[in-house]
């Protein structure tokens, strides 16, 4: 028998760090699946390419500093960042626009300030906003769901691959690309929201044709996430509902200058996905549970504050750095109670 | 949940049956309970150690007793080796107010009083008086009380104080102290911890099952001594086979005279989460309110004692059994037969292992307390000690060692499970940065080390670990920086005083510059140059009677570095005429001084005092002057004598 000196407490609970990112992990198939079906392949290409960048950038990164690689790929926060950058992406992105936004997502944005757990921006968001600042072009360029192709033939998997090995930004075919219907919104000044929906097929039933398959399987996995208890309520819901509460007020009884619909608001673009996954990145975030609730209304407030008012289609990436910004500044007023303090 | 209540239900039915006629259903209201901010539901393997009843453990041929079994000074022996001893008698006094004696747990004689290893989450040896015990268990005369209630409340803390009585909970804090409140009427509510929410320890469980009458004496005496006007048990729901009997054994007695008002006595029960036992939560979840940071809960009215602690009263006052035995759980995947044993303090560790067939070769730890807050035995010949509650024996599939941590992902889980509402990963990181301020800025001084983070935590940080470093770094800034503050405080004594001297000196000199110009004026104005070389010769005495004062009042008098000069030399000079002596008396005056610093810090202790650590810093340094003194006493003899210099 080996007497040992271990410190209390001697028992453990089974989750492990590495537990806690694959759920996320896992959480997200629907959300994929769903982009899936309504954008064709490119979404999982991109995923696929951002996974393989982001191991060998990990492990390069490690290696470089002199720690066991194995080690630290094992707790899946590289596979989470690619993950969420490759959803993020316009599907059929080419390569290098993914390697380069997985380098500054792993290499800029986490490595350099002392890897997991030390970066004070979420990494994937940081990938993006500098892709989107640096390839505007390319960046918001959607393909057109899949529904309202006609007579377009969508690419395969295998063809897929190609248009993103091949490193042409885009499949130059006529009708495959459409504006999503943020974009439309946004543009808009002429047009009643009801006659804007009727001119363009886009819309959908109430998020955007597409759209709200996307962000209807992204709730369904963050919903399972906040079952198994994997985050708390307090960002995402917060989000949510300062998103839903502004479009409400500036929905302007669907004038021509109106904002769009909370609903179209909540179920189009990245809203889901940046509410379940995004703004409920730990690191990045506030620490308690009344500096999340904070944390996420900020970012709701954001992100329609930009749809509205700035130049960018959709706002969630600068959201959240931007709360990721004054998140230390969140800390500090919202200190819990301790025992026995007034 | 059902089936649940039903699982620990029956065990207790099968060994102590209750009769519920016997108690009216009225006393089994629902009383309102309050919630703690997070908590845990570890696993909690009781059951395993349930299933029989409590056993005796036997007499083994040497028990071992350390001196320092509670918080607060060590014992002094008072028995010298070769003594023999009957069971029960006082084998160490009590030191001071915040101090309890040790007593023979059985007959014997005293065979060594030395460093032998105890069981402390140091690891380190501490003195001991060893005693080899004769298999008779022979007891001294006993003088048990006829009748409690008749008895006055410094007579009860008496006999609390010389029964050795320290809280058996865990911290072991002396109880006659913790029970002596200037007022007994300020105590509104006695609450009875009855709530063992570690995993796997069932020493109070089976305590309850089993002596419910032993632990209603204990609490009718302690209603006699502090009149409350509640006694609220506080029970987990994962013991609710012992309430009945509890419930009946409390109506033997009549709270209402022992308290001499209405007295409400309850058992209480509440949903079992980790650490709902810790005193600051149970006090939270049966009156709802938080013991205010860095006071006590008498502060509040209340006081809170352990079950076994109760007993242990009972036991004293009715029975005059000292503290000399305890129920301890010894538990574990490494042992075949679980269960719980009445255990003589003193007793080897491995002699209560071999009773329950451990099996070494598969176990992995040897842990002395649950597996939340217990510490590991480096050494299986440590003795059991008042404060043990349970030893537990895993095995590596049961309690694995903890893999290598992770980095912090700052998931929160571990604020989420934090009963003090810390946030722990904060702690962690201003921790790691040794940032002492925004450590108590974060109040890490209310952290009560449950473990509760660290047993969440999915990167197996040690957090708590981290904890015990930085308030451990803490407390020795705080005293660096109170040592600072005196040797300040002394200097600007000296200075101010070397002030005042000299202005009374120039006020002296004008004065008789003033007389002496007077003078000169009287005895006429004709001759000013007699009068200025009078002046001048006043002046030249006045100075030389000035200097001699001043030197008079520099050498010895007022200053006291003179004065220790002095006496240095006196000593000196007495050793060099006779050293043996001088020695003694240099250990006389430092236990002298020892003992004035112990019972300041006593005082300091009762007062909540914050310059605690100071006085645990002069009390430090004069057990280290006194060992020295006791040491350079000891050399000379040795080499006169011949003699190991340890009687
Ligand atoms: S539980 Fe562990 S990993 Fe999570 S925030 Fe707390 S310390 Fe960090
Ligand atoms: S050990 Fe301290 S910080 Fe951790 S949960 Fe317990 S009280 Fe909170």
Not at chain 2, 65 to 91: E, F, M, N, R, T
Not at chain 2, 467 to 484: H, S, V
Not at chain 2, 496 to 523: F, I, P, T
Not at chain 2, 565 to 594: C, F, G, I, Y
Request: aromatic share 6%.
């Amino acid at each position: 028998m080996a007497l040992t000196r271990i410190t209390s407490p001697h028992a453990h609970a089974k989750q492990s760090t590495s537990q806690v990112m694959l759920w996320v992990a896992l959480a997200t198939l629907p959300g994929v699946a769903a982009m899936t079906l309504a954008f064709g392949w490119g979404t999982i290409t991109n995923i696929v390419l951002a996974i393989a960048f982001g191991t060998a950038l990990e492990a390069l990164a490690m290696a470089l500093r002199k720690r066991p690689p194995g080690f630290y790929l094992k707790d899946y926060s590289a596979l989470v960042t690619a993950l969420l950058l490759g959803i993020a992406l316009p599907p059929y992105s080419a390569w290098w626009i993914i390697l380069l936004g997985m380098f500054f997502a792993i290499i800029i944005a986490k490595q350099l300030y002392g890897g997991m757990g030390y970066n004070p921006f979420n990494p994937a968001m940081v990938g993006y906003v500098v892709l989107l600042i640096s390839f505007p072009v390319e960046m918001t360029r959607w393909a057109a769901p899949l529904p309202l192709l006609g007579e377009v033939q969508a690419p395969g998997l295998l063809q897929s691959f190609g248009i993103a090995i091949g490193g042409s930004t885009f499949p130059i075919v006529d009708g495959f690309t459409m504006a999503t219907p943020l974009d439309l919104v946004r543009q808009n000044s002429a047009l009643m929201i009801s006659d804007l929906k009727e001119e363009y097929a886009q819309f959908g039933s109430w998020g955007g044709t597409g759209w709200e398959w996307a962000n209807g399987g992204f709730l369904i996995g963050g919903l399972l996430l906040l079952y198994k208890r994997i985050y708390t309520w307090h960002a995402p819901l917060g989000m949510l509902f300062s998103l839903a509460l502004l479009s409400a007020i500036f929905y302007d009884g669907g004038s021509s200058a109106s904002a769009g619909s909370p609903l179209l608001h909540l179920f189009s673009g990245a809203t889901m996905l940046g509410a379940w996954f995004i703004v409920t990145d730990p690191v990045s975030s506030a620490v308690s549970n009344r500096g999340r609730l904070l944390f996420g209304l900020g970012a709701g407030a954001l992100v329609f504050i930009i749809r509205k008012w700035g130049n960018y289609p959709d706002a969630v990436a600068f959201a959240v750095l931007l709360m990721n910004f004054i998140a230390p500044l969140l800390d500090h007023y919202t200190q819990p109670r301790t025992y026995g303090h007034t | 949940m059902l089936t649940k209540i039903l699982q620990t239900l029956s065990p207790a039915t099968a060994i102590s049956p209750v009769q519920p006629e016997r108690y009216s259903p009225s006393i089994m209201r629902m009383r309102k309970i309050w919630d703690i901010h997070g908590g845990i539901h570890p696993p909690e393997n009781k059951t395993q150690s349930l299933g029989e009843r409590i056993r005796q453990a036997g007499i083994p041929a040497q028990l071992i007793l350390p001196l320092s079994q509670h918080i607060g000074a060590a014992a002094v022996p008072i028995v010298k080796v070769g003594d023999q001893i009957l069971k029960g008698q006082c084998i160490a006094r009590a030191e001071g107010l915040v101090s309890v004696p040790v007593h023979a747990p059985s007959s014997g004689c005293v065979v060594a009083i030395e460093n032998r290893p105890i069981p402390h989450p140091s690891g380190l040896d501490d003195l001991c008086i060893v005693i080899d015990t004769d298999g008779h268990d022979r007891w001294r005369e006993r003088n048990p009380v006829e009748n409690f209630a008749s008895c006055d409340k410094q007579t009860l803390l008496g006999i609390i104080r010389d029964a050795g009585i320290a809280g058996m909970g865990g911290a072991g804090f002396p109880t006659g102290f913790k029970l002596n409140v200037r007022d007994a009427r300020e105590i509104d509510t006695l609450v009875l911890n009855g709530t063992e929410c570690e995993p796997y320890i069932t020493s109070d469980h089976a305590l309850m099952r089993e002596r419910a009458e032993e632990i209603a004496e204990g609490i009718a005496i302690l209603a006699q001594l502090l009149q409350p006007r509640e006694i609220l048990l506080g029970v987990e729901d994962n013991k609710l086979d012992v309430v009945a009997g509890l419930q009946s054994a409390l109506q033997a007695h009549d709270f209402n005279a022992l308290s001499q008002r209405d007295c409400i006595v309850e058992v209480v029960t509440f949903p079992t989460k980790y650490p709902s036992g810790g005193e600051k939560q149970l006090i939270e979840i049966l009156t709802g309110k938080q013991v205010p940071s860095g006071r006590l809960p008498a502060d509040l009215g209340i006081v809170c004692q352990n079950l076994g602690t109760a007993v242990a009263i009972a036991d004293a006052v009715l029975r005059d059994i000292p503290l000399i035995s305890r129920i301890t759980t010894i538990t574990g995947e490494a042992v075949d037969r679980p269960c719980n044993l009445e255990v003589l303090l003193g007793t080897p560790v491995e002699y209560l292992l071999q009773q329950c067939g451990f099996r070494a070769g598969e176990n992995n730890r040897l842990v002395m307390g649950g597996p939340m807050m217990g510490f590991a035995l480096l050494d299986t010949r440590v003795p059991v000690i008042k404060t043990s509650n349970c030893i537990l024996a895993p095995t590596e599939a049961e309690l694995p060692k903890p893999p290598a941590a992770q980095p912090c992902i700052r998931c929160g889980f571990c604020a989420e499970a934090c009963p003090a509402s810390l946030l722990p990963q904060q702690l962690y990181w201003f921790a790691q940065g040794k940032e002492l301020e925004k450590l108590e800025q974060h109040n890490i001084a209310d952290c009560i080390e449950c473990g509760a983070c660290s047993y969440v935590c999915p990167s197996n940080i040690p957090l708590v670990q981290y904890y015990r470093a930085a308030k451990a770094e803490i407390r020795e800034r705080d005293r660096d920086m109170q040592q600072a503050e005196y040797a300040k405080q002394r200097f600007d004594a000296r200075q101010e005083r070397l002030q005042r001297l000299e202005q009374e000196k120039q006020a002296a000199r004008k004065a008789r510059q003033a007389k002496a110009a007077a003078r000169s004026k009287q005895s006429g104005d004709a001759d000013p140059k007699a009068a200025a070389v009078a002046a001048a010769l006043a002046r030249v005495e006045a100075k030389k009677v000035e200097a001699k004062k001043a030197q008079a009042a520099n050498s010895a008098e007022d200053d006291p570095v003179q004065r220790a000069l002095l006496k240095r030399k006196a000593q000196q000079q007495a050793e060099a005429a006779d050293p043996q002596a001088a020695l003694q008396q240099k250990v006389d005056s430092a236990k002298a001084r020892l003992e004035k610093a112990e019972t300041r810090l006593a005082d300091a202790q009762a007062e909540n005092s914050e310059h605690l650590a100071a006085f645990e810093a002069a009390v430090q340094k004069g057990r280290e002057k006194l060992a020295a003194a006791e040491q350079a006493l000891a050399q000379p003899k040795e080499k006169s004598t011949d003699q190991p210099a340890s009687n």
